[in-house]
């Protein structure tokens, strides 16, 4: 077969095939055109929701900076003057906060800066006793995803439920954290914090039993340094 023949019958199958593809699309013009409509509202429809989150995320961030500051803001020296930004007392400084916290957490609940809102309300709710308030905060909190966010929550929520009387929950809150531990608490941390819970109601062995544990598994680390203290007989 010659080199003329051979490109002749290409084009001859070319032209077919785009025939039968015409064809095809004629027949089914309708559908095709649903589907092409419906593969670009999708396109449009993820492209709207990514600028939509940025923005909320951007104006979240910039709210939760904004109360972080104000929680950590500067209070007043004993007979100092009224000054912008400067707080009397600790307890005020924390309502303060604690209403910006709040506003952030009901605004951007679905966002991770809302569920760190959500925490620092409920940390700010137990500092100016309004521990139902904080309990409720807090377990939101404890339920991220976050797993660091998750666990600061619980050492709090642990903390709520020893001021209120129920040691017994703070107890099992103590040992979820020490069987999965993070970066924000580590198992030592809940350790201490458990062991000072067996000091507060008199189980002083098994206070000691948990400063040798941790004094040997972070003999380098802080934990470790404050249960060898603990174990040596200082700030029990």
Same mark, same amino acid.
Request: hydrophobic fraction near 45%; avoid cysteine.
């Given at each position: 077969?010659?080199?003329?023949?051979?490109?002749? =019958?290409?084009?001859?199958?070319?032209?077919?095939?785009?025939?039968?593809?015409?064809?095809?699309?004629?027949?089914?013009?309708?559908?095709?055109?649903?589907?092409?409509?419906?593969?670009?509202?999708?396109?449009?429809?993820?492209?709207?929701?990514?600028?939509?989150?940025?923005?909320?995320?951007?104006?979240?961030?910039?709210?939760? @900076?904004?109360?972080?500051?104000?929680?950590?803001?500067? =209070?007043?020296?004993?007979?100092?003057?009224?000054?912008?930004? $400067?707080?009397?007392?600790?307890?005020?400084?924390?309502?303060?906060?604690?209403?910006?916290?709040?506003?952030?957490?009901?605004?951007?609940?679905?966002?991770?800066?809302?569920?760190?809102?959500?925490?620092?309300? @409920?940390?700010?709710?137990?500092?100016? @006793?309004?521990?139902?308030?904080?309990?409720?905060? =807090?377990?939101?909190?404890?339920?991220?995803?976050?797993?660091?966010?998750?666990?600061?929550?619980?050492?709090?929520?642990?903390?709520?439920?020893?001021?209120?009387?129920?040691?017994?929950?703070?107890?099992?809150?103590?040992?979820?954290?020490?069987?999965?531990?993070?970066?924000? $608490?580590?198992?030592?941390?809940?350790?201490?914090?458990?062991?000072?819970?067996?000091?507060?109601?008199?189980?002083?062995?098994?206070?000691?039993?948990?400063?040798?544990?941790?004094?040997?598994?972070?003999?380098? @680390?802080?934990?470790?340094?404050?249960?060898?203290?603990?174990?040596?007989?200082?700030?029990?």
């Amino acid at each position: 077969m010659d080199t003329q023949t051979r490109h002749a =019958l290409k084009g001859d199958k070319f032209a077919q095939a785009t025939k039968t593809s015409v064809t095809w699309l004629s027949g089914h013009r309708s559908g095709v055109m649903r589907w092409v409509v419906s593969v670009a509202v999708v396109i449009l429809l993820g492209a709207g929701f990514l600028i939509f989150w940025n923005i909320k995320a951007t104006a979240a961030n910039a709210a939760l @900076g904004a109360a972080l500051d104000t929680y950590g803001a500067s =209070l007043a020296e004993p007979g100092a003057p009224a000054q912008q930004g $400067v707080y009397a007392t600790a307890a005020e400084r924390s309502k303060a906060a604690n209403q910006q916290f709040s506003a952030i957490a009901q605004q951007y609940g679905w966002l991770p800066e809302g569920n760190k809102a959500r925490y620092f309300a @409920g940390v700010t709710s137990q500092e100016l @006793g309004q521990t139902a308030t904080a309990e409720a905060e =807090l377990k939101k909190a404890a339920d991220s995803w976050d797993h660091n966010l998750s666990n600061l929550a619980k050492l709090a929520l642990a903390n709520v439920y020893r001021q209120t009387g129920r040691d017994a929950q703070a107890i099992d809150i103590y040992n979820a954290i020490i069987a999965k531990p993070s970066e924000t $608490v580590s198992a030592g941390v809940a350790q201490l914090n458990l062991a000072d819970l067996y000091v507060a109601t008199g189980k002083q062995d098994q206070a000691r039993a948990l400063w040798a544990k941790v004094k040997d598994s972070d003999k380098d @680390g802080a934990a470790g340094s404050i249960a060898a203290q603990k174990l040596a007989g200082g700030n029990q």
